[in-house]
């Protein structure tokens, strides 16, 4: 047995990417102590690229709570974005539609602000651990890890948080009988580019065209994120940079548009799925963040819904502590999978609206181009897409 030094806490956390961060944070403005443990670096997940656009209500959580003044002063407030399709393009003006806007920050930055609130804090965040693993969360969760310098260490907590991504071992603890996957499959993927070139547009632009999906986004006024879709099984590292350029040039193309082009620094296969555990708690067990589900990037959601279930998840916590209550405890689950369910059939609904399915038939092509088209060309329909875009009213 090894001699394991103690380490008492209220809320134990597991991952400290954007969700995890966001929860001790939170909890730490509350009165309540946690400690976060992570198996990667700090640097590793700096130099993770993910998306890049918040919510308004993202937004108003970070400032409100003092993580971020940063995302008001270096992020960049999009008032709309471009559908394109049969050559032209189609603006959805969210600010006239619902009054609010999108901020284009990418998650890297989120994290980044995150992880200097907990120091400034004086938060405990562990990078770099090995050999976690979670106990009697049924009972008095125990989290057990080994240190940077080999130590052995248990913490004894309340609750355990399991933030530990897409892959997390957390989930694993909720027994095959008592959860639900929910999985579903794409057949493509998203293939990714990080370029040195002046952005193409003022706004993001998704694209729809017989070749297949493509979103031009953006991260600063000299480096730029495309996307197209393409097979799941491609090798990113056999397209060499003018047909990249090429395909991303055609899927844009029509009434004199093209993209500026400069050399790329970065291109990958990003996969594609849908997935939802349910239900989010096993006991003192709450997952959260991907480790609880995963979105399609098409309607940027993944970091915006782990954000939210922080948010409810940290409001239960609070009443616990302030009046033994269980109540929000006990309805924590139903309540994120509601948003998370939207925001599910958005991504989905997004996905399907513009990608090409790849046996698709005629029948298929010309009612998706109609499906576009009385979205652009009707209140309603371009409401509904810049409701869910810049996120629902928080309940
Ligand atoms: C990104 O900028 O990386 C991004 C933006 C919007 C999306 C997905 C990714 O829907």
Redesign the pocket.
Known sequence: MVERQKIRTQVGIVGAGPAGLMLSHLLARSGIDSVVIEKRTRTQIEETIR???LEAGSVRLLVDSGVSRRVLDEGDEHEGVELRFSGEGHRIDFQDLVGESVWLYPQTEVFIDLADARERDDGDVRFSVTDTSVTDVLGSPRIQFTDTEGMAHEIECDFVVGADGSRSICRQLIPAGERTDNFREYPFAWFGILTEAPPSAPE?IYAHSDRGFA?I?QRTETVQ?MYFQCDPTEDASAWSEARIWEELQARVAGNGFSLKEGPIFDQMVLPFRSYVCEPMRYGNLFLAGDAAHTVP????KGLNLALNDMRVLHLALAEFYATGSQRELDAYSERALNRVWKSQNFSYWMTTLLHTMPAASDFDNRRQLAELNSIVTSRAGSTYLAEAYTGWPQN
Do not use: D
């Open positions: 998306a890049g656009i993001l979103l986004s994120r990037p098409t309607g940027a």
